[in-house]
C-alpha cells in the first residue's frame, strides 16, 4: 500500500512536469508496475499467550498511553479501530458494558481522522466487561482528569465535527462553531489522539498482529464453553460461521477436548450396550 501510494505521488509529479512545466516529454512513472509478487513484511495472527500479554503489560504500565488500549483488546476483543473510537460516553461503568456504535478510521481522501459507523450494522454491540477492566478503565479515567488539570492549556482536546471529523485543538484555543468535545479514552498523557496506525505501530514493534488479540480473546473463549453464537454476538460477526473459520484456532486444549468427548461418547455407548445385553439376557 505504502509502495503504490508513493507512486501515485510520484505519476502526478511528472505528469505536472511533462504538462503544464514542458520540463520532459513523457512521465516515465506511466511505465512502472508494483508487481503481485513483492514481498510483504506481513506478522502473521498468532495465539497470543498469557506470558506475552504479562509481557508486553509490564511494558506499557498503568498511567502510560498504550496500557488501556492493549487491555482493550486483549479483555474484549474489539477491532483497532473501535478501541480507539471509544469515548467515556460509550461506557456505563455502574454497569460494566461498553457499547459500540463507530471506529475511528483515517480517510486518505479526506485526509483526516474520522469516527464513523462500524464495518456492519453486527457490529454494533454492547458487551459486559469484567471486573478487573472495570478497575483499570476507572483508574485511567481518574488519571485523565489529573492530566488535564496538570497540562492546563496545553493539553490537547479532540473535538468533533458532524462529518465525523476529528479535530485537534489545545485547550486554550476556541473551537469552531458546531462541533462538540469526544472525551475519547485512548489518548496520549497530553490528550493527544492516539491513532490507529499508532497503536498497529506500537503492536508491530512487539511482533504481534492486531487482529491477533481477536482471535486470541474468541479461541480463549470457545476454548472455555462459550457457545459461537455468544462469541459471534461478543465480537461483532453476523453469522457464527465468520466467528468459527477466522477467529478460533485449533489449539491443544481443545484437541484434548475433543478427543475427550468421543471417548466419553464411546464409553457411554458401550454401557448402554452392555446394559441391553443385560436385559435381553
Request: with cysteine; hydrophobic share 35%.
Amino acid at each position: 500500500k505504502s509502495i503504490s501510494l508513493i507512486l501515485a505521488i510520484l505519476r502526478n509529479a511528472l505528469n505536472y512536469a511533462v504538462y503544464p512545466g514542458q520540463l520532459i516529454q513523457s512521465n516515465p512513472a506511466h511505465y512502472i508496475k508494483v508487481p503481485r509478487s513483492a514481498p510483504k513484511n506481513i506478522i502473521e495472527r498468532q495465539i497470543i499467550s498469557p506470558r506475552q500479554v504479562a509481557d508486553i503489560i509490564e511494558k506499557n504500565p498503568a498511567g502510560t498511553a498504550f496500557h488501556i488500549p492493549i487491555l482493550l483488546l486483549y479483555h474484549t476483543g474489539m477491532r483497532v479501530g473501535e478501541v480507539i473510537g471509544r469515548s467515556w460516553s460509550d461506557i456505563d461503568l455502574d454497569k460494566s458494558t461498553i457499547t459500540i456504535q463507530r471506529q475511528a478510521r483515517y480517510i486518505t481522501a479526506k485526509h483526516g481522522h474520522f469516527l464513523c459507523p462500524p464495518k456492519t450494522d453486527a457490529s454494533k454491540r454492547t458487551i459486559v466487561i469484567s471486573p478487573m477492566l472495570r478497575a483499570a478503565l476507572l483508574a485511567w479515567k481518574a488519571q485523565q482528569a489529573k492530566n488535564e488539570l496538570r497540562y492546563g492549556d496545553a493539553y490537547v482536546c479532540i473535538y468533533n465535527d458532524a462529518e465525523g471529523r476529528a479535530i485537534k485543538l489545545s485547550k486554550k484555543l476556541t473551537p469552531p462553531p458546531d462541533v462538540q468535545r469526544e472525551q475519547l479514552v485512548c489518548t496520549k498523557e497530553n490528550g493527544a489522539l492516539i491513532s490507529v496506525d499508532t497503536l498497529r505501530w506500537k503492536l508491530r514493534r512487539e511482533g504481534l498482529n492486531s487482529h491477533s488479540f481477536r482471535h486470541t480473546h474468541a479461541t480463549v473463549l470457545i476454548e472455555h464453553g462459550a457457545t459461537p453464537k455468544g462469541v459471534a454476538a461478543r465480537l461483532g460477526h453476523a453469522s457464527t460461521s465468520i466467528t468459527q473459520d477466522l477467529y478460533t484456532h485449533n489449539t491443544k486444549k481443545l484437541d484434548e477436548d475433543t478427543a475427550k468427548i468421543f471417548e466419553t461418547a464411546v464409553a457411554l455407548m458401550q454401557t448402554s450396550h452392555s446394559c441391553r445385553q443385560i436385559a435381553d439376557k
